[in-house]
């Protein structure tokens, strides 16, 4: 929820909110963590959240599946070291 926040996509503490109403589903307003996130991966520092958003963008995600996913976010953070990979499905 810090990240999110510290992005910008939920203003400073309102985070919760998202989070309380469904937005970060995959279904949802803004799909977060699609496989899963920490709960189910073994932590090799973000490599599973960039092939999820690779699954994503390819339209192979199965159940979990953004619908039109066209633009991905992965991000490590927030503290003193951030970093972020923006991906985009190529529309040639």
């Known amino acids: 929820m810090?990240?999110?926040e510290a992005v910008g996509r939920c203003k400073p503490g309102r985070s919760f909110e998202a989070v309380a109403?469904?937005?970060?589903?995959?279904?949802?307003?803004?799909?977060?963590?699609?496989?899963?996130?920490?709960?189910?991966?073994g932590h090799i520092f973000n490599i599973n959240?960039?092939?999820?958003?690779?699954?994503?963008l390819r339209g192979i995600a199965g159940k979990r599946q953004v619908k039109n996913a066209q633009r991905?976010?992965?991000?490590?953070g927030p503290g003193r070291q951030y970093t972020a990979l923006i991906l985009q499905r190529d529309t040639d």
Request: negative net charge; contains cysteine.
């Open 49 to 56: 959240h960039a092939i999820e958003a690779v699954r994503q």
């Open 72 to 76: 991905a976010f992965v991000g490590a």
């Open 21 to 41: 109403d469904g937005a970060l589903r995959f279904d949802g307003e803004m799909p977060t963590n699609t496989h899963g996130g920490l709960l189910c991966h």
């Open 2 to 4: 810090l990240q999110l």
